[in-house]
């Protein structure tokens, strides 16, 4: 953010090399604030017209407990490696006994103290696969059966977000339709600020839609652009129900 300094003050800030190669330092502060303009205040633009700000109330989706499940799953993948490295182990200290008993059974001395000591080593081992075991069944057990979780609806968000994009497409597809008819160069929220805000009439007739547009309060240079609009308007042959349509402007009183 840049605080534009008071009159005779250094201004306390920096700036990228680009901006520094370009600008001048007093002259940040307005870059900056069209800056903000451009950027931040577009999202507030794109909320009125995108009628944003409605309301649907807060509504909560019933559905199964993901965070359960994801522990769940955890727990049931670590459950089987456990499992696997038990039976492993199982196997070992099973090959391990034999050995010790082919010791013990032709009387070695030296060898059987090894192996032994080996198969205390794989019991030890088993032990500790045991009781991690069980533990991971504890925290399995202790989950419970499957729980239910009331989520957020994201209908709401979703289907403000494609309505915004949709308005969005539908207004710049005007606006490139409008602009071939007209001769001066216009910003879609200066023309939908002028000829779509404005109050007005409409007549319906046998053959034709009238459409009335109030200039009452606008400038000589805005009543120009909005002449200029509505003359695009009817040269674009917009039609509703089958009938042409035909604008036209007219001050009224208040």
Known sequence: MIVEPSEGKPLVDWGRPQVQD??????????????????ENSCKRMRDHGALDTNYGRKLLVGPDRHQQRAREKLEQALEAVQQRSDKQAE??????????????KGHGKRLAQRQR????????????????????AHASALGPPRER?????????MMTFRTLLLENALLTFMAALLGNLQLKVSLACILRILVERSGARMETASHGIYWVNTTGLSVA???????????????DLRCQGKPIRVHLKEMPP
Do not use: H, P
């Open 118 to 137: 080996a198969l205390a080593g794989l019991e030890t081992e088993r032990q500790a696969t045991r009781d991690t075991q069980a533990k991971l069944s």
């Open 150 to 158: 009331a989520d957020r609806d994201f209908r709401q968000q979703t």
């Open 92 to 105: 070992a200290v099973q090959a391990q006994q034999n050995q010790v008993a082919e010791s013990e059974t």
């Open 222 to 236: 805005y009543q120009r652009l909005l002449a200029e609009g509505v003359d695009g308007l009817c040269a674009m």
């Open 22 to 39: 370009m600008l001048e330092a007093a002259e940040w502060a307005g870059v900056d604030r069209e800056r903000t303009e451009s950027q």
